[in-house]
């Protein structure tokens, strides 16, 4: 069948019209990608050179399958010279052509999040702030802030209203670190992430002729999830687009989930003034979702103001009720939804792969993980510490980092002492200050002793001296031995292989067998060209710094189970979806409760998690989970709540602690799940439904005659004092522990003794 007969009216006309500038505006699941990739195709067909064609996406991997899905319908010999990638990786190799225009070397390094706050801590120290205040990630948020909506470190100090804004929270001196940070990477000859786009945008601006060339090679211009498009990035794509105008956006106001990145859903709604001369398409039917899951998703996002109004329908199944599950505690949470998962899989036949866990915040993974672990489900998360991010990686990373750019200040200061070549923390920070001295690199200062004097004795010299001539030595061969040679040869030489083949403890191994790993990957990258070329170890960087999580997926990663946040889930899809943690305070998060559009974007959110589903759906909740260290009561999520209560289900609670599968199973099927119908719509969950069961903590509680003033005992605490308890019975107590402050206490869990 010819891939346009698998496209309904709608679709098919928002493919076909190729010319001026598109926008398809449509609900989640309808289509939207699809029709990005067809288009192509579509273009392709009519002769539209590929290299004319730049697509940008929100991951790589999301690139790497449109290019697939075009390959198999046009053929992959054509779909080769496509360009696509994300914004960052796309404007990259775009910047690696052109570094110099705007002062930078071509092998400038890509400072990843850790190496930018790592440098502004530095930063901070050495202007003799308190690193409370001025925490490394508030300070990133703040110039990455700047940086998206193109403001440089000279805009900002002279912009009143920010420099307002700093001083009112009490950090009146942001400005001066984004000076610094701005100084020192580029003497460092790195980029951040935010700079990636930032700079293009100054190539664009300072080199007419570069923008000129790029208008004419990138004729047709499309870009998905436009609705988290931030200002630098609407910026490029509007220059880009400027001569032939060729533009097509598709996207989902319901959907912009970014904006505390900067993304601007007013992206979206200016395009029409941008283009008065444009085509709009809208697709009303999903593909993805059972008719529940649909309906029960534009119950939801009716609640926000702001927005499109769009008609989504589809004419899938009815399919299963949302189930709503309510659980104890995290752990508790944990071991019910592997147990679901576990049945699913036997009553159902489906594969690890078919289901999703999706979260607001990374840290609630732990839970999971250890309940997939204990019924053997192979799981992967995304956005947890990735390969890249590994100690091991990145000091091997660092060498390859400081061989193509020896500026890169974050590298030096990594390997320089790694493996130990006595060259300790007081000869760096002599190094740091002889540097700031000069308005040099520190490379420089270790290179050319004579040029810059620094206290350093001439033992350290000669330490800091061979250092650095092995690094040159390393250098000679960048653009004479290909990728995989040369990061061999580094690899053995630095003597890091080395150090990780002597420890043979488990993490040692594993350790080894990492960089093991990523020489495999390199000599991957190195044999994957195209003939006469040859891939070198700088091209390798580009990529390596920009991969995200989900680019990183292996063979063997396929059939698991997939971990991660909501904010990662976007665009993706999977028969099975479990929507954790839905509590007041963790989701809506607690910050986003200050304001009707920090909430509309919770609820977004929200919308994003349930429309990842395409069979099942189901909410959990705890109602007690250990955050910060203490223990903590919850209530459940107020977007259960909006749900419309006719496709809900809610399950009776039951622990699942202590009792093996099998009983699970039997328990599972015997108990009768109520329907969820609140009598008024203020009540919540909770109350609805208290535990019919008490635990064996619950009841020791229950016999204890507590009062406001009584002395205790806690565990860990020591004595202390209650001063206040609610509930009646009472079931939580704040009492006041000399040793430890203020606390508030579960009773069920907190095992008071009366004094
Ligand atoms: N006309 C169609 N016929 C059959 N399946 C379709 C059709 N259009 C889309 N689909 C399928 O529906 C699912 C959702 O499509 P797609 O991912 O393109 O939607 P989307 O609008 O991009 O979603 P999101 O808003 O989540 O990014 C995919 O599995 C896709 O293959
Ligand atoms: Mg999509």
Redesign the pocket.
Known sequence: MNYLE???PA?LDAVKNIDGPTMVI????????????FRIAYLMEKGIDPFNILSLTFTNKAAKEMKERISSIIGSTEAKNLTMGTFHSVFARILRHHADKIGYPQNFTIYDTQDSRSLLKTIVKELKLDEKVYKPSMVQGRISSAKNNLISAVAYESNSDIVNEDRQSGRPRVFEIYKAYEKRCKLAGAMDFDDLLYKTNVLFRDSPETLHFYQHRFKYVLV??YQDTNYSQYLLVKKLAAVFQNVCV?G?DA?SIYSFRGANIQNILNFKTDYPDHNVFK?E????SSQTIVNAANSVIAKNKDQIQKNVWTSNDVGSKIKVLRTLTDNEEGKLIANQIFETKQNEGAENSDFAILYRTNAQSRSFEEALRKLNLPYKIYGGLSFYQRKEIKDIIGYYRLTANPQDEEAFKRIVNYPKRGIGNSTVEKLVVAANHYGVSLWEVAAEPQKYPTELNSGTRNKLNQFVTQIKSFAVDLERKDAYTLAQHIAVTSGILKDHYADKSPEGVARYENIQALLAGIKEFTTNVSDGETNFLSDFMVDVALLTDADSEKDEDKNKVSLMTIHAS????FPYVFVVGLEENLFPSQMALNSRTELEEERRLFY?AI??A?KNCTLSFATSRYRWGNLITSESSRFIEEINPEFLEVSTPYRSGGRSLNQTNLENKTRTPTTYAPNGPKRRLTKLQDAPKKSKDGDTADKLDLKVGYNVMHERFGKGKIVALEGTPPSKATVFFPKAGNKQLLLKFAKLEVL
């Open positions: 698998t496209l309904n679709q449509a609900g989640a699941g309808s289509g939207k990608t699809r029709v990005l990739t998905d999830e598709v989902d959907q697709l039917q999903n593909y993805r976007k665009g993706l899809e994003v429309t990842r395409e």
